[in-house]
């Protein structure tokens, strides 16, 4: 979801960024979209990468990607050598604790819009809902103060606190529209890209979000 939400919502996504993401699995999906010429992926911990070609083949497979450079990192420093550079931007962090902070603050999202193209659109992994909505309530706030659009997309992870996890997505111009692919995945798509779980009605109900959040206008 937080790969393929921002990527059928663009147009035409030919570069794109991942910060962090080390496990590999988020570059394995980018890398299925035929649209996509460059990933690059910006991780902090080289042992991260290390650990998951070993423990996790599954998901660092995403790794052998022709079209995937891997920077080691910090992404902060990394993004801010670049402006107008990237079609989407996806923040596959850690929970904001700890060094992880920095990349849910204001600062933060400035270089992530810099960086983006005209019409780009940036994901980053959200919290729970039900355990942390004064703190997204806060993230949304803040992107809202940089970025005209900006959406919360809800979607269902067993491992994750409550069951429930977010991704707070926002586009660099008006004209974006987050709850809508642009680009429906075909039958044949589906297939190849081994979708289990995305599709163009989880897209838009993944917006849909219970009263107590609707309440806050996380979506807008």
Known sequence: MIS????????????????????????????????????????????VIEVSKKYLPSMSVGFSSPKL?????????????????????????????GPAIPLYEKPYYELTNIALKPGGI???????????????????????SVFPVVGYSSTTVSTYACGQVG????????SVVLQKPVREATETQVKEFGLRYYNYNVHCSSFVLPQFAQELNMNS
């Not at 663009?10 to 010429?37: F, M, N, Q, Y």
């Not at 450079?69 to 604790?97: A, C, L, Q």
Request: glycine share 8%; proline share 6%; with cysteine.
């Open 4 to 47: 393929h939400i921002p990527l059928f919502a663009h147009p035409s996504p030919k570069t794109v960024l991942i910060v962090g993401g080390g496990d590999g699995g988020v570059a394995r999906e980018v890398a299925k979209h035929p649209e996509v010429e460059e990933i690059h992926l910006c991780e902090i911990d080289e042992k």
């Open 69 to 97: 450079t891997v920077h080691i990192e910090d992404g902060i420093k990394f993004m801010e050598k670049y402006s107008e550079k990237f079609d989407v931007i996806i923040t596959d962090s850690s929970d904001p604790v």
């Open 122 to 144: 940036l994901c980053c992994l959200g919290d729970c809902l039900f355990t942390d909505l004064p703190f997204m309530e806060e993230c949304t706030e803040t992107l809202r």
């Open 167 to 174: 991704f707070l997505l926002a586009g660099k111009d008006k």
